[in-house]
């Protein structure tokens, strides 16, 4: 094929919790091509973050096992000094709130212009000037040249997360990384965010890699979907495969927790997601959440298996699974 | 006589300034609201943040002091200072935004759920151990759990709780500000599912205020929109999502992302066009500070903010 941008290879990622590595992200193999959208979906504590955290080394005091390759080089062995070359430059992040990811005491354009003299230290500072204006004008900012002299609390949610876009886009990065890029935001923003999104995507030909809990921004945006649950994933296949015939069970449930046309009762998923520290490791790390499929129905080591040209899912279970009648259950999920 | 009834609020914050700390101006909130509620039924507030819904909640709950209008409960006028009773106070109860900042780390759940209890009724410490027994029951966590404190409940739980404090006191009114905004959609679906278990049982009236159209329509009878301080549209669901009329709503309909992945090119196109007719038609739907006109009736149920005729 040769249009892999990115191949992660068995990549576990670990925290330290007390006197032992418990692993966030648990033995992930994902490519990510080039001009694609990947969409991973999950809840908090699915290891979504702590996936992208990893691409660009942002962990500290973790252990990362596995490979992340980038054009033939290993991201995991990287050095620092030799990352920051690429963090900014053929790398770059969105993050989820614009406020915090801006410096509040710089100048827009200075915070623009500095990601393109760390990367571009041939640029003039004329030239400099130019490119920002430029990229405050790609993602929709009126007035660039007044914009450049103010300082990020005199701009709203929607217009600093547009700054933070240009930053991410300024050397044209070949892989960019939105984690949860709306969640902080209006509604109607996020619809002008996500557009500007996709159409920065014509124009810059990166992969992205798109982290969100909203399923409806996943539907919109991505070719292929990622669904995490507690550190691996469960089920990856393109867009439209995965709304309309998903199998894992983890999938549907999501699915049918969402509000939507006709629904009376919306589904419950059982129980918690569990904390980093109590995460089942071996069997399916599901079960405990479906309770009423039967033991035998789970593999005992749960692989991912394709089941069609693309679309993985992982553990047998989803061949018995069914949402029952009546989710009356959840009543008994209390704390015991 | 309505059950809740909003008549011409308004709710200025004074704006100061200059050396002397003098008022400069005022901030228009919530600038002429007015809405009346039925017993029994969901009425939900929507708008971006800064439209002036959850300020509008608050005044009614009486954590705002209101600049002018009237609070009508149940017939009662609940503005004035001197007709503020006890009773009305313990018909309206709040559920919050942020489970995580809304109970106290340093309470247990059998004090943070009894407080209204001890603020209200008169009970001995048998009788309140039981109703709040009673009230975690009826919101799902085992009874065992008053002894906990909130930090090892999840976040799903934690809102169940506040639920709990909520009704407590057998409200008949119920503000819900943002309830699941904060939570986990496996959760939200939850907490939502719950609110109506218990609407149905309690013969509850909810206020819900949300930004998320999606659950709004899921959850709520009639619905208003809101924005700058004002509404712009108020109706039915049906009016409100089959026939929107203001272009703010339309706009605000056409963000929801849509969960069809083959409706893509279509939502976009869509959401384009009527970015184009806002961009276009803005100075036919709002005067020239940018405010919503009065509220006009198309139908029986349905009134659009749109320039007086004539």
């Not at chain 1, 571009?120 to 929709?140: A, F, H, Y």
């Not at chain 1, 995460?279 to 035998?296: D, H, K, M, V």
């Amino acid at each position: 094929m040769g249009n892999e941008l990115l191949e992660i290879k068995n990549l576990t990622t670990s925290f330290r919790i007390g006197d032992g590595y418990y692993a966030a992200v648990d033995d992930v193999t994902l490519t990510i091509n080039k001009n694609e959208v990947l969409g991973i979906v999950g809840e908090s504590g699915s290891g979504k973050s702590a996936l992208a955290f990893s691409i660009m080394g942002l962990h500290n005091r973790v252990k990362i096992e596995g490979n992340i390759m980038l054009n033939g080089q290993d991201l995991v062995k990287m050095s620092n000094s030799k990352l920051n070359k690429l963090r900014g430059d053929d790398l770059a992040m969105i993050f989820q709130d614009p406020l915090t990811a801006l410096n509040p005491l710089m100048e827009i354009g200075d915070q623009i212009a500095e990601t393109l003299l760390l990367h571009k230290p041939d640029m003039s500072q004329k030239q400099r000037r130019t490119r920002v204006i430029e990229l405050l004008n790609m993602v929709g900012i009126p007035k660039p040249e007044y914009v450049y002299g103010q300082f990020p609390h005199e701009l709203s949610g929607g217009m600093r997360q547009r700054v933070v876009i240009a930053i991410a886009i300024a050397n044209k990065p070949e892989l960019l990384i939105a984690d949860e890029p709306t969640t902080a935001l209006d509604v109607t923003i996020q619809a002008q965010i996500l557009d500007l999104i996709r159409e920065l995507k014509e124009d810059i030909h990166a992969g992205i890699i798109l982290i969100t809990h909203d399923l409806g921004v996943v539907a919109e945006m991505a070719d292929r979907v990622a669904v995490m649950y507690a550190g691996q994933i469960v089920e990856i296949a393109d867009v439209y495969s995965l709304f309309e015939n998903p199998l894992h069970p983890y999938t549907k449930s999501l699915l049918n927790s969402v509000p939507a046309e006709g629904q009376d009762k919306l589904h419950v998923i059982q129980g918690i997601v569990p904390s980093l520290k109590n995460l089942p490791r071996t069997g399916c790390r599901f079960a405990a959440r479906i309770p009423w499929i039967n033991e035998s129905a789970h593999e005992e080591n749960p692989v991912l298996h394709e089941v069609s040209p693309g679309h993985f899912v992982r553990c047998t279970c989803h061949e018995h699974f069914y949402i029952p009648e009546e989710s009356k259950e959840e009543q008994s999920d209390g704390v015991s | 006589m309505g059950f809740l009834d909003v008549e011409d609020l308004k709710i200025h914050f004074p704006i100061k300034g200059g050396i002397l700390n003098r008022t400069v101006g005022h901030i228009k909130a919530v600038d002429g609201v007015s809405f009346s509620v039925e017993q029994g039924k969901t009425y939900g507030l929507v708008g971006e943040s800064g439209s002036g819904k959850t300020t509008t909640g608050r005044a009614i709950i009486g954590l705002n002091d209101i600049t002018s209008g009237r609070i009508l409960f149940e017939g009662t006028d609940i503005t004035s200072k001197k007709s503020k009773t006890k009773d009305v106070k313990k018909d309206i109860q709040m559920i919050f935004q942020d489970p995580y900042s809304s109970l106290n780390p340093r309470k247990r759940v059998l004090d943070v759920i009894a407080e209204p209890l001890r603020n209200f009724e008169k009970l001995s410490k048998q009788e309140e151990k039981k109703r709040v027994q009673e009230l975690l029951e009826l919101v799902g966590l085992s009874p065992e759990s008053i002894l906990k404190y909130p930090h090892e409940f999840s976040g799903g739980q934690r809102q169940r709780i506040g639920v709990a404090r909520a009704i407590a006191l057998k409200p008949k009114l119920i503000i819900a500000d943002e309830p699941v905004s904060a939570l986990d959609v496996s959760v939200q679906a939850q907490v939502l599912n719950f609110m109506q278990d218990i609407q149905k049982e309690l013969n509850l009236t909810y206020l819900f205020i949300s930004h998320d159209l999606g659950i709004v329509k899921h959850m709520c009878d009639e619905i208003a929109i809101m924005y700058k301080g004002r509404y712009v549209e108020q109706g039915t669901k049906e009016d409100i999502f089959n026939r929107p009329q203001h272009i703010y709503t339309k706009r605000l309909i056409a963000a929801i992302p849509d969960i069809n992945p083959r409706n893509r090119a279509e939502q976009f196109k869509f959401r384009k066009e009527v970015q184009r007719e806002y961009e276009h038609s803005y100075d036919d739907y709002f005067d020239k500070e940018g405010l919503a006109y009065g509220l006009h009736p198309v139908s029986e149920t349905h009134l659009v903010a749109l320039p007086g005729k004539g």
